[in-house]
């Protein structure tokens, strides 16, 4: 059976009380917390920067090393890639569409330390990693269109899903890299089998969790949704 990890998205969480919620889907058994930074620029919406970041940072790390999965929304990219770096980001992942020069993006989050990233809106296709995937950490690929959480999950991404997932195999098996399958937007306890079936292997989730009233009970729920996907 593939790893599975589940990545709650603070963008749900109640922002009055962001440490208190961190530290709740940690301990109801998060695999990574999801960052969502919006620059009302790129996409119509605005959020959080690198001060947070520190700040959610400070407020885990001294009890769990869980990654901090950084998702940039933001033109352009590089000036703000240290920043975060410096605040405590594990992973930064970008938008094609964002960045002048998507090879030097990917060397210079490398070179500040973080695992590198790129998202696929819906309509982005994946020609866009020909030159690319095999630098790559990870491949988000978003089921909604960035902005906005509790959205649908649009359902031709598990066309894509499928395909991205042959590819990212076909990059284990000639070198040996692992890259993360990751899906963002409208992901639920009732969808989550078929995105791992098509080939995901990690999946963030806002609104699923964060306005749920038990957080640890449906995070279990996901994973036996996903143990039943094999
Ligand atoms: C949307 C964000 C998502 C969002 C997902 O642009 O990237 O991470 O929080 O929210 P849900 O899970 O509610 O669709
Ligand atoms: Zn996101």
Same mark, same amino acid.
């Given at each position: 059976m593939r790893t599975y990890r589940i990545a709650p998205s603070i963008l749900s969480a109640d922002f009055a009380r962001l440490g208190d919620e961190v530290n709740a889907v940690v301990a109801a058994g998060a695999d990574m917390i999801h960052f969502d930074v919006m620059d009302n620029h790129y996409?119509?919406?605005?959020?959080?920067?690198?001060?947070?970041?520190? &700040?959610?940072? +400070?407020?885990?790390?001294?009890?769990?090393? *869980?990654?901090?999965?950084?998702?940039?929304?933001? #033109?352009? /990219?590089?000036?703000?890639?240290?920043?975060?770096?410096?605040?405590?980001?594990?992973?930064?992942?970008?938008?094609?569409?964002?960045?002048?020069?998507?090879?030097?993006?990917?060397g210079l989050i490398h070179e500040s330390g973080c695992k590198a990233g790129l998202v696929l809106n819906p309509a982005t296709p994946l020609s866009v990693l020909d030159h690319v995937l095999h630098k790559l950490d990870l491949?988000?690929?978003?089921?909604?269109?960035?902005?906005?959480?509790?959205?649908?999950?649009?359902?031709? &991404?598990?066309? +894509?899903?499928?395909?991205?997932?042959?590819? *990212?195999?076909?990059?284990?098996?000639?070198?040996? #890299?692992? /890259?993360m399958l990751e899906v963002d937007g409208g992901v639920k306890v009732d969808n989550i089998a078929a995105i791992a079936r098509a080939g995901a292997d990690t999946f963030v989730a806002g609104s699923a969790i964060f306005a749920s009233h038990d957080y640890a009970s449906t995070i279990a729920a996901m994973r036996d949704a996903l143990a039943s996907a094999g």
């Amino acid at each position: 059976m593939r790893t599975y990890r589940i990545a709650p998205s603070i963008l749900s969480a109640d922002f009055a009380r962001l440490g208190d919620e961190v530290n709740a889907v940690v301990a109801a058994g998060a695999d990574m917390i999801h960052f969502d930074v919006m620059d009302n620029h790129y996409v119509p919406n605005l959020t959080v920067g690198p001060l947070v970041c520190e &700040a959610v940072c +400070k407020t885990l790390r001294p009890v769990t090393d *869980i990654p901090i999965d950084v998702h940039l929304m933001v #033109r352009p /990219v590089d000036r703000i890639v240290p920043d975060f770096a410096n605040a405590g980001a594990s992973i930064v992942s970008f938008h094609p569409e964002a960045s002048e020069h998507v090879d030097r993006t990917i060397g210079l989050i490398h070179e500040s330390g973080c695992k590198a990233g790129l998202v696929l809106n819906p309509a982005t296709p994946l020609s866009v990693l020909d030159h690319v995937l095999h630098k790559l950490d990870l491949v988000l690929v978003m089921s909604v269109n960035p902005g906005f959480g509790g959205q649908q999950f649009i359902l031709h &991404a598990l066309e +894509k899903i499928r395909m991205l997932r042959e590819r *990212i195999d076909a990059i284990a098996a000639q070198s040996g #890299r692992a /890259v993360m399958l990751e899906v963002d937007g409208g992901v639920k306890v009732d969808n989550i089998a078929a995105i791992a079936r098509a080939g995901a292997d990690t999946f963030v989730a806002g609104s699923a969790i964060f306005a749920s009233h038990d957080y640890a009970s449906t995070i279990a729920a996901m994973r036996d949704a996903l143990a039943s996907a094999g």
